[in-house]
């Protein structure tokens, strides 16, 4: 995403060098020391000379960002809403299957999308591959095992994303990656899907589109 990068840092009358990294939820300096701030508790972005200067919590840092100051400033200050981390667009067809977050629903049928329901691993008409993206409610390892077949419900450019609960004991990110890796599948991206879960996307590698 290019949210990444070297720099230096002042923050509580110390500057250091390490790597800021701007997560979805929160900015991550490492270097001499680690400071996390959660994005929705920053009040002031601001991008000048080349220094991102922050202000949260009734504190105050600085990294040095050169040109990329004004682009990080403009992402915590304008963050992208759940449907443009996903890729929603207009015009989509949407499978969802095994979703039961109706305001998730709700939000791609506003965004103009195609919403078809399906059943828990199984995807519904229509048939073969016309479906721009999958939703995948997987709460469990054992479920991990349908994306084999729910991939053949997708675009050769589609994606399936699956969705799982956070820090749940029952299935893991490595068991999810795991499984698109046996189903064929390539993982691109990690997205926050909401406060108790996560989404995880799939997609079709080139060379077999």
Known sequence: MGYQAECTIRFD?????????????????RGPFRLAVPLKDITTARARDGWLSLEFADRKAALRLDAAAAKWADRITNP?????????????????VGIDDEVFLQEVRGQGAKVVIGTRGRAPAPSGRS?????????????????????????????????RPKGHPAISEAEVMAAGKLAGLVDVKVV????????EKFVIPVAKR
């Open 80 to 96: 992208a809403s759940r449907l443009q981390k996903l890729g929603v667009k207009p015009g989509m067809v949407v499978v969802a």
């Open 13 to 29: 009358g110390k500057t250091a060098q390490g790597t800021a990294s701007l997560e979805t939820a929160e900015l991550i300096f």
């Open 192 to 199: 926050s899907f909401s406060a108790t879960h996560t989404a």
């Open 131 to 163: 479906a721009d993206m999958l939703f995948y409610a997987a709460d469990r390892r054992e479920a991990l095992s349908k994306l084999g077949s729910l991939s053949r419900r997708i675009k050769s450019n589609g994606a399936i994303w699956v969705i």
